[in-house]
Protein backbone atom coordinates (compact mmCIF):
# COMPACT_ATOMS: atom_id res chain seq x y z
CA UNK A 1 0.00 0.00 0.00
CA UNK A 2 0.86 3.60 -0.89
CA UNK A 3 2.17 6.12 2.06
CA UNK A 4 -0.60 8.65 2.40
CA UNK A 5 0.71 11.59 2.86
CA UNK A 6 -0.87 14.28 5.36
CA UNK A 7 -2.95 15.95 2.22
CA UNK A 8 -4.54 12.92 1.06
CA UNK A 9 -5.14 11.34 4.50
CA UNK A 10 -7.30 14.81 5.35
CA UNK A 11 -9.30 13.81 1.89
CA UNK A 12 -9.52 10.27 3.42
CA UNK A 13 -10.91 11.62 6.69
CA UNK A 14 -13.47 13.97 4.61
CA UNK A 15 -14.44 11.05 2.71
CA UNK A 16 -15.27 8.62 5.47
CA UNK A 17 -17.34 11.72 7.12
CA UNK A 18 -18.92 11.92 3.94
CA UNK A 19 -21.32 15.34 5.21
CA UNK A 20 -21.56 18.69 6.52
CA UNK A 21 -24.16 17.07 9.35
CA UNK A 22 -21.66 15.87 11.51
CA UNK A 23 -20.86 18.09 14.38
CA UNK A 24 -17.26 19.11 15.13
CA UNK A 25 -18.03 17.67 18.21
CA UNK A 26 -18.10 14.39 16.61
CA UNK A 27 -15.34 15.50 14.25
CA UNK A 28 -13.13 15.69 17.62
CA UNK A 29 -14.25 12.33 19.04
CA UNK A 30 -13.63 11.19 15.83
CA UNK A 31 -10.19 11.75 15.71
CA UNK A 32 -10.04 11.04 19.13
CA UNK A 33 -10.75 7.10 18.32
CA UNK A 34 -8.48 7.03 14.87
CA UNK A 35 -6.06 5.60 16.12
CA UNK A 36 -5.58 1.48 15.63
CA UNK A 37 -6.66 -0.71 17.53
CA UNK A 38 -3.57 -2.03 18.69
CA UNK A 39 -0.08 -1.66 17.41
CA UNK A 40 0.98 -3.45 14.80
CA UNK A 41 3.26 -5.89 16.49
CA UNK A 42 0.21 -7.33 17.78
CA UNK A 43 -3.37 -7.90 15.91
CA UNK A 44 -4.81 -4.62 14.70
CA UNK A 45 -7.69 -3.86 12.43
CA UNK A 46 -8.61 -0.64 10.34
CA UNK A 47 -11.27 0.85 8.42
CA UNK A 48 -11.33 2.11 4.58
CA UNK A 49 -13.87 2.55 2.07
CA UNK A 50 -15.67 0.15 -0.49
CA UNK A 51 -13.06 0.74 -3.37
CA UNK A 52 -9.97 -0.45 -1.93
CA UNK A 53 -8.35 -4.09 -2.33
CA UNK A 54 -6.48 -5.01 0.37
CA UNK A 55 -3.88 -7.92 -0.74
CA UNK A 56 -3.80 -10.56 1.83
CA UNK A 57 0.35 -10.12 2.56
CA UNK A 58 -0.21 -5.92 2.88
CA UNK A 59 1.81 -4.72 5.61
CA UNK A 60 -0.69 -3.62 8.23
CA UNK A 61 -1.18 0.62 8.02
CA UNK A 62 -0.92 2.71 11.23
CA UNK A 63 -2.45 5.94 9.63
CA UNK A 64 -5.98 4.16 9.00
CA UNK A 65 -9.45 5.09 11.21
CA UNK A 66 -11.10 2.83 13.29
CA UNK A 67 -14.22 4.09 12.90
CA UNK A 68 -16.94 3.85 10.24
CA UNK A 69 -18.24 6.93 8.86
CA UNK A 70 -20.88 6.68 6.05
CA UNK A 71 -23.46 9.20 4.86
CA UNK A 72 -26.08 7.65 2.32
CA UNK A 73 -29.46 8.59 0.91
CA UNK A 74 -32.91 7.02 1.67
CA UNK A 75 -33.04 4.00 -0.55
CA UNK A 76 -29.62 3.25 -0.69
CA UNK A 77 -26.79 0.98 0.59
CA UNK A 78 -23.14 2.20 1.44
CA UNK A 79 -20.54 0.17 2.36
CA UNK A 80 -17.04 0.29 4.23
CA UNK A 81 -14.43 -1.99 4.82
CA UNK A 82 -13.07 -3.09 8.03
CA UNK A 83 -9.68 -4.84 7.49
CA UNK A 84 -8.24 -7.58 10.25
CA UNK A 85 -4.59 -7.93 10.70
CA UNK A 86 -3.17 -10.68 12.72
CA UNK A 87 0.13 -9.09 13.46
CA UNK A 88 3.08 -11.31 15.14
CA UNK A 89 0.71 -13.80 16.82
CA UNK A 90 -2.15 -14.19 14.38
CA UNK A 91 -5.92 -14.29 15.53
CA UNK A 92 -8.47 -16.70 15.89
CA UNK A 93 -12.36 -16.84 15.82
CA UNK A 94 -12.84 -13.50 14.61
CA UNK A 95 -16.71 -12.57 14.51
CA UNK A 96 -18.43 -9.20 14.08
CA UNK A 97 -22.16 -7.88 14.90
CA UNK A 98 -24.12 -4.83 15.72
CA UNK A 99 -24.90 -4.46 19.14
CA UNK A 100 -27.77 -3.39 18.68
CA UNK A 101 -29.67 -0.30 16.20
CA UNK A 102 -28.59 2.53 14.99
CA UNK A 103 -29.71 5.34 17.03
CA UNK A 104 -30.65 8.58 15.54
CA UNK A 105 -30.29 12.46 17.18
CA UNK A 106 -34.07 12.66 17.24
CA UNK A 107 -34.53 9.09 18.51
CA UNK A 108 -35.11 7.67 14.98
CA UNK A 109 -33.15 4.02 14.68
CA UNK A 110 -32.11 1.66 12.16
CA UNK A 111 -32.61 -1.72 12.74
CA UNK A 112 -29.64 -4.19 13.49
CA UNK A 113 -31.01 -5.65 10.03
CA UNK A 114 -30.32 -2.68 8.33
CA UNK A 115 -26.25 -4.04 8.39
CA UNK A 116 -25.20 -7.27 7.05
CA UNK A 117 -21.41 -8.43 7.00
CA UNK A 118 -19.30 -10.32 4.47
CA UNK A 119 -15.78 -12.19 4.73
CA UNK A 120 -13.97 -11.90 1.40
CA UNK A 121 -12.94 -14.70 0.09
CA UNK A 122 -9.52 -14.24 -1.85
CA UNK A 123 -8.75 -15.91 -5.03
CA UNK A 124 -5.33 -15.79 -7.07
CA UNK A 125 -4.95 -15.06 -10.44
CA UNK A 126 -2.36 -16.94 -12.07
CA UNK A 127 -2.75 -16.05 -15.49
CA UNK A 128 -3.27 -12.14 -15.75
CA UNK A 129 -6.33 -11.39 -18.24
CA UNK A 130 -4.29 -8.77 -20.62
CA UNK A 131 -3.78 -4.94 -20.78
CA UNK A 132 -3.06 -4.05 -17.69
CA UNK A 133 -4.21 -6.74 -15.39
CA UNK A 134 -1.84 -8.21 -13.18
CA UNK A 135 -1.13 -11.71 -11.11
CA UNK A 136 -1.84 -11.63 -7.87
CA UNK A 137 -4.44 -12.48 -5.05
CA UNK A 138 -7.97 -10.61 -4.84
CA UNK A 139 -10.41 -10.52 -2.26
CA UNK A 140 -13.49 -11.26 -4.74
CA UNK A 141 -16.40 -13.42 -3.59
CA UNK A 142 -18.68 -12.27 -0.26
CA UNK A 143 -19.44 -14.81 1.97
CA UNK A 144 -22.42 -13.92 4.09
CA UNK A 145 -22.73 -13.93 7.79
CA UNK A 146 -26.23 -14.43 7.63
CA UNK A 147 -29.06 -15.55 5.51
CA UNK A 148 -31.17 -12.92 4.22
CA UNK A 149 -34.00 -14.67 3.98
CA UNK A 150 -34.02 -16.52 7.53
CA UNK A 151 -32.23 -13.94 9.58
CA UNK A 152 -29.56 -17.31 10.41
CA UNK A 153 -26.19 -17.52 10.86
CA UNK A 154 -24.86 -19.71 8.00
CA UNK A 155 -22.65 -22.90 8.68
CA UNK A 156 -22.05 -25.92 7.26
CA UNK A 157 -20.45 -25.12 3.77
CA UNK A 158 -17.03 -25.92 2.92
CA UNK A 159 -16.19 -22.21 2.85
CA UNK A 160 -17.45 -20.44 6.00
CA UNK A 161 -18.08 -16.45 6.46
CA UNK A 162 -17.43 -16.19 10.66
CA UNK A 163 -15.82 -16.84 12.82
CA UNK A 164 -12.67 -16.74 10.77
CA UNK A 165 -9.17 -16.69 11.63
CA UNK A 166 -6.57 -14.68 10.38
CA UNK A 167 -3.00 -15.81 10.30
CA UNK A 168 0.04 -14.07 11.36
CA UNK A 169 1.31 -11.34 8.88
CA UNK A 170 -1.79 -12.05 7.06
CA UNK A 171 -5.17 -9.42 6.25
CA UNK A 172 -8.57 -10.64 6.12
CA UNK A 173 -11.24 -7.57 5.08
CA UNK A 174 -14.83 -8.04 6.48
CA UNK A 175 -17.40 -5.92 3.83
CA UNK A 176 -20.23 -4.46 5.83
CA UNK A 177 -23.07 -3.06 4.57
CA UNK A 178 -26.08 -0.59 5.72
CA UNK A 179 -29.43 -0.19 4.00
CA UNK A 180 -31.19 3.18 4.50
CA UNK A 181 -35.23 2.58 4.06
CA UNK A 182 -36.44 5.45 1.74
CA UNK A 183 -37.45 8.69 3.23
CA UNK A 184 -35.64 7.56 6.67
CA UNK A 185 -35.21 11.16 9.07
CA UNK A 186 -32.30 12.52 7.74
CA UNK A 187 -29.48 13.19 10.53
CA UNK A 188 -26.76 11.27 11.92
CA UNK A 189 -27.46 7.83 13.86
CA UNK A 190 -24.74 6.25 15.88
CA UNK A 191 -24.06 2.28 16.50
CA UNK A 192 -21.12 -0.23 17.31
CA UNK A 193 -20.09 -2.89 16.16
CA UNK A 194 -18.73 -5.63 18.55
CA UNK A 195 -15.38 -7.43 17.76
CA UNK A 196 -14.94 -10.74 19.47
CA UNK A 197 -11.98 -13.37 19.00
CA UNK A 198 -12.95 -16.34 20.43
CA UNK A 199 -14.75 -15.98 23.90
CA UNK A 200 -13.28 -12.07 24.73
CA UNK A 201 -14.10 -9.03 23.77
CA UNK A 202 -11.48 -8.05 20.78
CA UNK A 203 -12.87 -4.19 19.87
CA UNK A 204 -15.78 -2.15 19.60
CA UNK A 205 -15.86 -0.36 16.19
CA UNK A 206 -18.08 3.30 16.34
CA UNK A 207 -20.11 3.40 13.68
CA UNK A 208 -21.29 6.95 12.30
CA UNK A 209 -24.00 6.99 9.75
CA UNK A 210 -25.19 10.22 8.11
CA UNK A 211 -28.50 9.72 6.25
CA UNK A 212 -28.70 12.45 3.61
CA UNK A 213 -32.28 14.48 3.24
CA UNK A 214 -33.21 12.91 -0.10
CA UNK A 215 -34.17 9.14 -1.37
CA UNK A 216 -33.11 7.58 -4.28
CA UNK A 217 -36.06 6.19 -6.58
CA UNK A 218 -36.82 2.58 -6.77
CA UNK A 219 -36.89 3.06 -10.54
CA UNK A 220 -33.33 3.35 -11.96
CA UNK A 221 -32.86 6.27 -14.69
CA UNK A 222 -30.06 4.10 -16.10
CA UNK A 223 -31.30 1.50 -18.38
CA UNK A 224 -29.38 -1.72 -17.71
CA UNK A 225 -29.67 -5.35 -19.73
CA UNK A 226 -27.53 -8.13 -17.76
CA UNK A 227 -27.64 -12.04 -18.38
CA UNK A 228 -28.58 -11.77 -22.08
CA UNK A 229 -26.05 -14.94 -22.70
CA UNK A 230 -28.24 -17.12 -20.10
CA UNK A 231 -31.27 -16.12 -19.30
CA UNK A 232 -32.76 -18.71 -17.78
CA UNK A 233 -29.49 -18.98 -15.30
CA UNK A 234 -29.20 -22.85 -16.90
CA UNK A 235 -25.65 -22.98 -18.35
CA UNK A 236 -24.26 -22.00 -15.31
CA UNK A 237 -26.43 -22.70 -12.17
CA UNK A 238 -28.67 -24.85 -12.61
CA UNK A 239 -26.08 -26.99 -14.20
CA UNK A 240 -23.65 -26.36 -11.95
CA UNK A 241 -26.32 -27.90 -8.86
CA UNK A 242 -27.55 -30.60 -10.83
CA UNK A 243 -31.46 -29.15 -11.43
CA UNK A 244 -33.04 -30.70 -13.93
CA UNK A 245 -34.19 -28.11 -16.59
CA UNK A 246 -37.50 -26.56 -16.19
CA UNK A 247 -37.55 -28.35 -12.71
CA UNK A 248 -38.71 -26.47 -9.40
CA UNK A 249 -35.62 -26.14 -8.73
CA UNK A 250 -34.40 -24.67 -11.70
CA UNK A 251 -37.54 -22.33 -11.47
CA UNK A 252 -36.72 -21.37 -8.07
CA UNK A 253 -32.94 -20.92 -8.47
CA UNK A 254 -33.80 -18.63 -11.64
CA UNK A 255 -35.95 -16.27 -10.06
CA UNK A 256 -33.83 -16.27 -6.96
CA UNK A 257 -31.07 -14.93 -9.64
CA UNK A 258 -32.98 -12.65 -10.85
CA UNK A 259 -33.89 -11.05 -7.43
CA UNK A 260 -30.53 -10.88 -6.83
CA UNK A 261 -30.04 -8.63 -9.49
CA UNK A 262 -32.58 -6.56 -9.14
CA UNK A 263 -31.41 -6.09 -5.38
CA UNK A 264 -28.40 -4.36 -7.07
CA UNK A 265 -30.39 -1.97 -9.48
CA UNK A 266 -29.69 -4.52 -12.30
CA UNK A 267 -32.34 -5.70 -14.35
CA UNK A 268 -31.80 -9.73 -16.23
CA UNK A 269 -32.78 -9.78 -20.00
CA UNK A 270 -35.60 -11.24 -19.99
CA UNK A 271 -36.72 -13.22 -16.49
CA UNK A 272 -37.39 -17.38 -17.42
CA UNK A 273 -41.03 -18.45 -17.69
CA UNK A 274 -41.97 -13.93 -18.57
CA UNK A 275 -43.20 -14.11 -21.90
CA UNK A 276 -46.58 -14.57 -23.73
CA UNK A 277 -47.77 -17.40 -25.63
CA UNK A 278 -48.94 -17.09 -29.23
CA UNK A 279 -51.70 -18.23 -31.32
CA UNK A 280 -51.01 -19.99 -34.79
CA UNK A 281 -51.26 -16.43 -36.30
CA UNK A 282 -48.65 -14.80 -34.39
CA UNK A 283 -50.44 -12.40 -32.23
CA UNK A 284 -50.07 -12.84 -28.71
CA UNK A 285 -52.68 -14.29 -26.09
CA UNK A 286 -53.52 -11.99 -23.58
CA UNK A 287 -55.94 -12.68 -20.30
CA UNK A 288 -54.41 -15.75 -19.12
CA UNK A 289 -52.10 -16.32 -16.22
CA UNK A 290 -49.29 -16.50 -18.38
CA UNK A 291 -49.70 -12.37 -19.41
CA UNK A 292 -50.22 -11.50 -15.48
CA UNK A 293 -47.12 -12.39 -15.03
CA UNK A 294 -45.42 -10.35 -17.54
CA UNK A 295 -47.70 -7.69 -16.70
CA UNK A 296 -46.75 -7.95 -13.02
CA UNK A 297 -43.07 -8.15 -13.46
CA UNK A 298 -43.47 -5.09 -16.17
CA UNK A 299 -44.78 -2.91 -13.97
CA UNK A 300 -41.91 -3.19 -10.90
CA UNK A 301 -40.30 0.56 -10.78
CA UNK A 302 -36.74 -1.21 -10.64
CA UNK A 303 -37.40 -3.39 -14.06
CA UNK A 304 -35.87 -0.65 -15.91
CA UNK A 305 -36.55 -3.08 -19.46
CA UNK A 306 -37.71 -6.57 -20.57
CA UNK A 307 -36.31 -8.08 -23.73
CA UNK A 308 -39.22 -10.06 -25.67
CA UNK A 309 -38.11 -13.19 -27.36
CA UNK A 310 -37.27 -12.52 -30.90
CA UNK A 311 -35.11 -13.54 -33.40
CA UNK A 312 -33.89 -15.02 -36.61
CA UNK A 313 -34.91 -18.49 -35.20
CA UNK A 314 -37.60 -17.53 -32.36
CA UNK A 315 -40.27 -17.71 -32.08
CA UNK A 316 -40.34 -18.39 -35.79
CA UNK A 317 -38.20 -19.57 -37.92
CA UNK A 318 -37.22 -17.20 -41.33
CA UNK A 319 -39.34 -14.13 -39.67
CA UNK A 320 -38.15 -11.93 -42.64
CA UNK A 321 -39.46 -14.16 -45.24
CA UNK A 322 -42.11 -17.34 -44.71
CA UNK A 323 -42.79 -16.98 -41.31
CA UNK A 324 -42.83 -12.69 -41.86
CA UNK A 325 -46.87 -12.08 -41.15
CA UNK A 326 -46.38 -14.22 -37.84
CA UNK A 327 -43.68 -12.59 -36.55
CA UNK A 328 -44.77 -9.08 -37.49
CA UNK A 329 -48.76 -10.14 -35.78
CA UNK A 330 -46.55 -11.27 -32.87
CA UNK A 331 -44.29 -8.17 -32.22
CA UNK A 332 -47.01 -5.99 -33.07
CA UNK A 333 -49.70 -7.37 -30.91
CA UNK A 334 -47.00 -7.32 -28.01
CA UNK A 335 -46.04 -3.81 -28.59
CA UNK A 336 -49.50 -2.60 -28.36
CA UNK A 337 -50.49 -4.71 -25.40
CA UNK A 338 -47.59 -2.81 -23.93
CA UNK A 339 -48.35 0.67 -25.00
CA UNK A 340 -52.23 0.31 -23.80
CA UNK A 341 -50.11 -0.19 -20.14
CA UNK A 342 -48.17 2.87 -20.03
CA UNK A 343 -44.72 0.17 -20.66
CA UNK A 344 -44.04 0.07 -23.81
CA UNK A 345 -40.65 2.79 -23.40
CA UNK A 346 -39.36 -0.83 -21.25
CA UNK A 347 -40.05 -3.12 -24.26
CA UNK A 348 -37.67 -4.41 -26.31
CA UNK A 349 -36.14 -7.18 -28.96
CA UNK A 350 -32.54 -7.98 -28.99
CA UNK A 351 -32.27 -10.41 -32.20
CA UNK A 352 -28.37 -10.45 -31.94
CA UNK A 353 -24.79 -9.87 -31.15
CA UNK A 354 -22.23 -8.60 -32.57
CA UNK A 355 -22.49 -9.11 -36.40
CA UNK A 356 -19.56 -7.86 -37.62
CA UNK A 357 -19.20 -9.77 -41.52
CA UNK A 358 -21.44 -8.12 -44.48
CA UNK A 359 -23.29 -11.25 -44.62
CA UNK A 360 -24.29 -11.05 -40.70
CA UNK A 361 -25.19 -7.43 -40.74
CA UNK A 362 -27.30 -8.18 -43.35
CA UNK A 363 -28.96 -10.92 -42.22
CA UNK A 364 -29.50 -8.80 -38.72
CA UNK A 365 -30.80 -6.01 -40.97
CA UNK A 366 -33.53 -7.89 -42.48
CA UNK A 367 -34.50 -9.76 -39.07
CA UNK A 368 -34.92 -6.19 -37.30
CA UNK A 369 -36.76 -4.68 -40.44
CA UNK A 370 -39.68 -6.93 -39.26
CA UNK A 371 -39.32 -5.66 -35.87
CA UNK A 372 -39.13 -1.91 -37.12
CA UNK A 373 -42.55 -2.86 -39.64
CA UNK A 374 -44.85 -4.07 -36.68
CA UNK A 375 -44.03 -1.05 -35.00
CA UNK A 376 -41.44 2.03 -35.92
CA UNK A 377 -41.71 2.78 -31.85
CA UNK A 378 -40.33 -0.97 -31.28
CA UNK A 379 -36.81 -0.35 -29.79
CA UNK A 380 -34.03 -2.95 -31.75
CA UNK A 381 -31.44 -3.74 -29.28
CA UNK A 382 -27.69 -5.15 -30.75
CA UNK A 383 -24.46 -4.95 -29.21
CA UNK A 384 -22.29 -3.08 -32.56
CA UNK A 385 -19.45 -1.56 -33.72
CA UNK A 386 -20.53 1.54 -34.17
CA UNK A 387 -17.04 2.86 -35.28
CA UNK A 388 -17.25 0.57 -38.24
CA UNK A 389 -17.95 2.07 -41.47
CA UNK A 390 -20.33 -0.95 -42.63
CA UNK A 391 -22.04 -1.31 -39.39
CA UNK A 392 -23.00 2.38 -39.71
CA UNK A 393 -24.05 2.23 -43.54
CA UNK A 394 -26.34 -1.31 -43.30
CA UNK A 395 -27.61 -1.24 -39.05
CA UNK A 396 -27.82 2.17 -37.71
CA UNK A 397 -31.35 3.28 -38.37
CA UNK A 398 -32.63 0.08 -38.62
CA UNK A 399 -31.16 -0.48 -35.13
CA UNK A 400 -32.50 2.30 -32.84
CA UNK A 401 -31.10 1.04 -29.60
CA UNK A 402 -27.52 0.38 -30.42
CA UNK A 403 -25.01 -0.97 -27.62
CA UNK A 404 -21.69 0.36 -28.75
CA UNK A 405 -18.55 -1.64 -26.82
CA UNK A 406 -16.32 0.67 -24.38
CA UNK A 407 -13.39 0.19 -27.04
CA UNK A 408 -15.29 1.19 -29.80
CA UNK A 409 -17.59 4.15 -29.01
CA UNK A 410 -17.62 7.18 -31.12
CA UNK A 411 -18.92 10.15 -29.25
CA UNK A 412 -20.27 11.79 -33.00
CA UNK A 413 -21.86 8.52 -34.35
CA UNK A 414 -23.32 8.02 -30.77
CA UNK A 415 -24.64 11.80 -30.81
CA UNK A 416 -25.34 11.71 -34.46
CA UNK A 417 -27.92 8.51 -33.64
CA UNK A 418 -29.61 10.46 -30.18
CA UNK A 419 -30.26 13.32 -32.53
CA UNK A 420 -32.10 10.90 -34.82
CA UNK A 421 -34.19 10.03 -31.76
CA UNK A 422 -32.23 6.36 -31.08
CA UNK A 423 -31.45 5.43 -27.73
CA UNK A 424 -27.33 4.60 -27.00
CA UNK A 425 -25.84 1.89 -24.95
CA UNK A 426 -22.69 0.46 -23.67
CA UNK A 427 -21.23 -2.70 -23.08
CA UNK A 428 -17.90 -4.04 -22.17
CA UNK A 429 -16.41 -8.20 -22.35
CA UNK A 430 -12.93 -9.19 -22.14
CA UNK A 431 -10.19 -7.20 -22.58
CA UNK A 432 -10.43 -5.87 -26.00
CA UNK A 433 -7.83 -3.43 -26.42
CA UNK A 434 -4.99 -2.97 -24.83
CA UNK A 435 -3.21 0.22 -26.47
CA UNK A 436 -5.82 2.14 -25.33
CA UNK A 437 -7.07 0.18 -22.15
CA UNK A 438 -11.10 1.06 -20.98
CA UNK A 439 -12.26 0.46 -18.19
CA UNK A 440 -12.31 -3.39 -18.05
CA UNK A 441 -14.42 -5.74 -16.13
CA UNK A 442 -12.06 -8.39 -14.15
CA UNK A 443 -10.94 -9.71 -10.80
CA UNK A 444 -7.47 -7.70 -11.84
CA UNK A 445 -8.73 -4.56 -12.49
CA UNK A 446 -9.07 -1.90 -9.92
CA UNK A 447 -12.81 -2.17 -8.50
CA UNK A 448 -13.14 1.64 -9.96
CA UNK A 449 -13.65 -0.09 -13.35
CA UNK A 450 -16.80 -0.66 -12.31
CA UNK A 451 -17.77 1.97 -10.09
CA UNK A 452 -16.74 4.46 -12.84
CA UNK A 453 -18.78 2.81 -15.63
CA UNK A 454 -21.79 5.47 -15.04
CA UNK A 455 -20.58 8.20 -14.64
CA UNK A 456 -19.02 7.67 -18.06
CA UNK A 457 -22.21 7.00 -19.65
CA UNK A 458 -23.60 10.15 -17.67
CA UNK A 459 -20.83 12.24 -19.64
CA UNK A 460 -22.19 10.68 -23.25
CA UNK A 461 -25.59 11.15 -22.36
CA UNK A 462 -25.84 7.14 -22.76
CA UNK A 463 -29.22 5.37 -22.10
CA UNK A 464 -28.18 2.35 -20.64
CA UNK A 465 -25.75 -0.51 -19.99
CA UNK A 466 -25.65 -4.07 -21.05
CA UNK A 467 -23.31 -6.79 -19.71
CA UNK A 468 -23.56 -10.56 -21.27
CA UNK A 469 -23.90 -12.72 -18.08
CA UNK A 470 -23.18 -12.77 -14.45
CA UNK A 471 -23.07 -16.45 -13.48
CA UNK A 472 -20.64 -18.29 -15.93
CA UNK A 473 -20.00 -21.25 -13.56
CA UNK A 474 -19.74 -23.77 -15.77
CA UNK A 475 -17.44 -22.11 -18.44
CA UNK A 476 -18.42 -21.66 -22.50
CA UNK A 477 -18.14 -24.86 -22.85
CA UNK A 478 -19.94 -26.59 -19.87
CA UNK A 479 -16.77 -27.55 -18.59
CA UNK A 480 -16.87 -28.11 -14.88
CA UNK A 481 -14.14 -25.71 -13.00
CA UNK A 482 -14.48 -23.89 -9.74
CA UNK A 483 -14.87 -20.33 -9.50
CA UNK A 484 -13.71 -20.43 -5.46
CA UNK A 485 -10.67 -21.64 -6.44
CA UNK A 486 -10.20 -21.11 -10.23
CA UNK A 487 -9.94 -17.30 -11.43
CA UNK A 488 -9.62 -17.83 -15.22
CA UNK A 489 -13.92 -17.94 -15.97
CA UNK A 490 -13.43 -17.50 -19.32
CA UNK A 491 -10.46 -19.37 -21.12
CA UNK A 492 -9.60 -18.27 -24.72
CA UNK A 493 -6.78 -20.81 -24.66
CA UNK A 494 -4.56 -18.17 -25.38
CA UNK A 495 -5.49 -15.78 -22.44
CA UNK A 496 -7.97 -16.16 -19.37
CA UNK A 497 -10.03 -13.57 -18.66
CA UNK A 498 -10.45 -13.78 -15.21
CA UNK A 499 -13.94 -13.17 -13.51
CA UNK A 500 -15.09 -12.95 -16.95
CA UNK A 501 -19.37 -13.21 -17.11
CA UNK A 502 -18.68 -13.87 -13.45
CA UNK A 503 -20.77 -11.23 -11.06
CA UNK A 504 -22.08 -13.97 -8.32
CA UNK A 505 -20.64 -16.97 -6.50
CA UNK A 506 -22.11 -20.36 -6.20
CA UNK A 507 -23.54 -20.66 -2.65
CA UNK A 508 -24.19 -24.37 -2.26
CA UNK A 509 -20.10 -24.02 -0.96
CA UNK A 510 -20.97 -21.85 1.76
CA UNK A 511 -24.55 -23.34 2.18
CA UNK A 512 -26.77 -20.43 1.44
CA UNK A 513 -30.09 -21.42 0.27
CA UNK A 514 -33.20 -19.71 -0.58
CA UNK A 515 -36.23 -20.95 1.04
CA UNK A 516 -39.43 -22.04 -0.56
CA UNK A 517 -41.84 -19.28 -0.58
CA UNK A 518 -38.97 -16.98 -0.72
CA UNK A 519 -40.64 -15.19 -4.01
CA UNK A 520 -44.05 -16.68 -3.37
CA UNK A 521 -44.95 -19.34 -6.14
CA UNK A 522 -42.23 -18.64 -8.30
CA UNK A 523 -40.24 -20.03 -5.31
CA UNK A 524 -41.54 -23.62 -5.83
CA UNK A 525 -38.79 -25.42 -4.28
CA UNK A 526 -35.96 -24.55 -1.56
CA UNK A 527 -32.79 -23.88 -3.53
CA UNK A 528 -29.07 -23.47 -3.34
CA UNK A 529 -28.69 -19.62 -4.69
CA UNK A 530 -25.46 -16.96 -5.18
CA UNK A 531 -23.25 -15.00 -3.13
CA UNK A 532 -22.06 -11.37 -4.51
CA UNK A 533 -18.97 -10.56 -5.37
CA UNK A 534 -17.61 -7.53 -4.29
CA UNK A 535 -17.26 -6.23 -7.95
CA UNK A 536 -21.17 -6.94 -8.28
CA UNK A 537 -21.07 -4.09 -5.28
CA UNK A 538 -19.35 -1.41 -6.78
CA UNK A 539 -21.80 -1.64 -9.71
CA UNK A 540 -24.11 -1.21 -7.60
CA UNK A 541 -22.45 1.58 -6.20
CA UNK A 542 -22.67 2.67 -9.50
CA UNK A 543 -26.45 2.89 -10.32
CA UNK A 544 -26.57 4.39 -7.31
CA UNK A 545 -24.06 7.39 -8.10
CA UNK A 546 -26.38 8.00 -11.44
CA UNK A 547 -29.22 8.59 -9.39
CA UNK A 548 -27.34 11.46 -7.60
CA UNK A 549 -25.93 12.30 -11.19
CA UNK A 550 -29.66 12.92 -12.29
CA UNK A 551 -30.81 14.48 -9.27
CA UNK A 552 -27.85 17.17 -8.87
CA UNK A 553 -28.10 17.82 -12.59
CA UNK A 554 -31.84 18.84 -12.48
CA UNK A 555 -30.73 20.86 -9.14
CA UNK A 556 -27.34 22.90 -10.23
CA UNK A 557 -26.49 21.37 -13.74
CA UNK A 558 -23.23 23.48 -14.41
CA UNK A 559 -22.02 22.42 -11.05
CA UNK A 560 -22.54 19.16 -11.84
CA UNK A 561 -20.64 18.64 -15.05
CA UNK A 562 -17.66 19.84 -12.83
CA UNK A 563 -17.75 16.90 -10.99
CA UNK A 564 -18.42 14.63 -13.78
CA UNK A 565 -15.55 15.53 -15.42
CA UNK A 566 -13.44 15.54 -12.67
CA UNK A 567 -14.12 11.32 -12.42
CA UNK A 568 -15.35 10.60 -15.55
CA UNK A 569 -12.87 11.98 -17.93
CA UNK A 570 -9.74 13.24 -16.08
CA UNK A 571 -11.08 16.14 -15.22
CA UNK A 572 -10.17 17.53 -18.82
CA UNK A 573 -12.94 17.68 -21.62
CA UNK A 574 -11.79 15.12 -23.92
CA UNK A 575 -13.44 13.75 -26.56
CA UNK A 576 -13.94 10.36 -25.34
CA UNK A 577 -13.50 9.56 -22.24
CA UNK A 578 -14.12 5.72 -21.89
CA UNK A 579 -10.07 6.46 -22.76
CA UNK A 580 -9.52 9.29 -19.82
CA UNK A 581 -11.37 8.34 -16.63
CA UNK A 582 -9.74 9.45 -13.39
CA UNK A 583 -7.82 6.03 -11.58
CA UNK A 584 -7.96 7.39 -7.73
CA UNK A 585 -11.35 5.87 -5.88
CA UNK A 586 -10.76 9.17 -3.91
CA UNK A 587 -11.69 11.60 -6.27
CA UNK A 588 -14.75 9.62 -7.16
CA UNK A 589 -15.84 9.39 -3.55
CA UNK A 590 -15.03 12.63 -3.32
CA UNK A 591 -17.21 13.82 -6.08
CA UNK A 592 -20.13 11.78 -4.84
CA UNK A 593 -20.28 13.60 -1.54
CA UNK A 594 -20.54 17.10 -3.50
CA UNK A 595 -23.29 15.47 -5.75
CA UNK A 596 -25.07 15.16 -2.21
CA UNK A 597 -24.82 18.45 -1.51
CA UNK A 598 -25.65 19.84 -3.96
CA UNK A 599 -28.77 17.87 -3.88
CA UNK A 600 -29.57 18.44 -0.23
CA UNK A 601 -29.04 22.02 -1.32
CA UNK A 602 -31.59 22.19 -3.43
CA UNK A 603 -34.03 19.69 -0.91
CA UNK A 604 -33.71 22.76 1.52
CA UNK A 605 -34.30 25.47 -0.51
CA UNK A 606 -37.58 24.00 -1.91
CA UNK A 607 -38.92 23.57 1.32
CA UNK A 608 -38.63 27.40 2.01
CA UNK A 609 -42.13 28.35 1.60
CA UNK A 610 -42.53 32.57 0.49
CA UNK A 611 -43.96 34.40 3.22
CA UNK A 612 -46.58 37.08 2.05
CA UNK A 613 -46.00 40.25 3.79
CA UNK A 614 -49.28 42.06 4.70
CA UNK A 615 -48.93 45.58 4.59
Not at 88 to 97: H, I, K, N, W
Not at 265 to 290: L, S
Not at 427 to 454: G, K
Not at 496 to 524: H, I, R, T
Request: with cysteine.
Amino acid sequence: MNTITPRTNNMYLRLLLGTALVTGLVLAVLLAISAPASQAAGPAFYVTNSLERIPPDAAFRLDRPATIVLSAAGNEYEAAQIDFHGGSTGLTGVDLALDGPLVGEQGNSLPVTSAAFFREHYITVTKPSGGEGLPGTYPDALVPFRNRFTGERISGGRIAAAPFDVAAGRNQPVYVEFYVPPDTPAGLYRGTIQVTAGEAMFAEIPVLLTVRDFSLPAASSERTNFQTFDEEHWIGPAQTYGYGYRSPEHWALARALDEMLLRHRITPTGPMGIGFDYRRDGTIITGDEQAEKVEAWAKRPEVSQLSLGYGSNYPFKRPYSTNRQRAINYLRSSYDWFAARGLAGKLFVLPGDEPSSAKELKKVKRVAEVAREANPNLRVEMTLDISDRKTQDILLGVINAPVACYCDFDVGVAAARQAAGDEIWTYTAVVQETENPTPYWQIDFPLLNYRVATWINFRHGVDGLLYWTTDLWRGMDGDDYDPWTDACSYDVGWACFNGEGLLVYPGKDVNYAVPKGAYGEDSPATVYGAVPSIRLKALRDSLEDYEYLVLAAKADPVATDLEVLKVACGGEPVVNCFLNWDKDPLVLLEARDQLAEIIEKNTQEEHIQPVEIRK
